[in-house]
């Protein structure tokens, strides 16, 4: 038989040899090592995945593989295992995201910005709207995923980074401290945001919405709120009825469809293929503004740059401050330019 045709029972079997001879005794008979990141998750126990798909070999092919024969990732000993229905986990949980940092930030915040114990209902609470707001899929979880020890360490953490703090900081990462500075620069706005957070979470109304794959937040875009509530900003930008309303109200007083930023015109540049085309921008984030019936006079109309300009970096500029850069920007190049010799001016004078 082929390498890899292993069965469910063959599975099973080595488990069983598994949990008889013990996870360290298992895994230096057979010269493996510990899993570095997928387990296989089965009743209640946890067992290296590439060390069991290469032992269960053996019950089908006679040997049971080496370490270098096969991928402990996606791709091989993981597909194997998903094959016959196992369920995959992972070793250690994922990095914490934006979402879940402004939730556990506030927490820290509200405690005078001292970290909090695996005890404190504050850290139960919080490790119960992670859980809600599942960041990842259930298979890049591990078996502690967000639970209250690991989202009171994170407490400490951020804790440790703030200004005021006299002790060693702990290993957090660049974005505990960068959702830690945004709440002290913009306390309010990052305070309204988290709460936002939890109402959705707890309501159930606030689900992810997936935004198109060439809009993904990549590492060039920062959302001050996180993915969540920015996906549901994005949303509202999209709602067809209200961009169509807001250039029908721009025309009907007389007005173009040219950007409010930076004044540049679809229909002028691209000509008939242009014509009609404008993006439309929510000038209140979400964050701010909260959940509601949205206004005509909410939304401006701007080109696709500007709008990625505005959507780059927190804190977010409206149409009308990024107008203010772009102008100082032209003004700037204006000043910076020496005035164009005639053709026929002699050189030096």
Partial sequence: MEKGA???EDILKTMQEYDDLGAESFLELYEFKRARKYLILHEGKEYDSKAVAGVAHKHSQGRALTWQELSGGVGHAVDWLKREGFRIGVSRSPKWTRDELVLACDVVARNGWQGLSASDPGVAELSDLLQLLSAYPPEQRAAEYRNRNGAAYKTLNIASFHPDYKGQPTNGGQLDREVLQD???????????????????????LQPVPLPEDEELDDDVSAPEGRVLYRRHRTRERNKALRTRKIASVLKQG????????????????????????????????HVAGEGTTRLADLALICSNCHRMIHRSAPWPTPAE???LVQEQTRG??????????VTEPAGT
Avoid: N
């Fill in 333 to 342: 190049r204006e000043a910076g330019v020496p005035k164009a010799r005639s």
């Fill in 322 to 324: 990024l107008r203010v």
């Fill in 255 to 286: 007005g173009t469809l040219s950007c409010e930023a930076c004044g540049f015109d679809f229909a002028k540049v691209y000509g008939e293929r242009g014509k009609g085309y404008i993006e439309c921008h929510h000038v209140v984030p979400l």
């Fill in 6 to 8: 292993i069965s469910r």
């Fill in 183 to 205: 709440f002290l620069d913009r306390p309010a706005e990052m305070a309204r945001a988290a709460e936002l957070l939890r109402e959705g979470l707890r309501s159930g109304g």
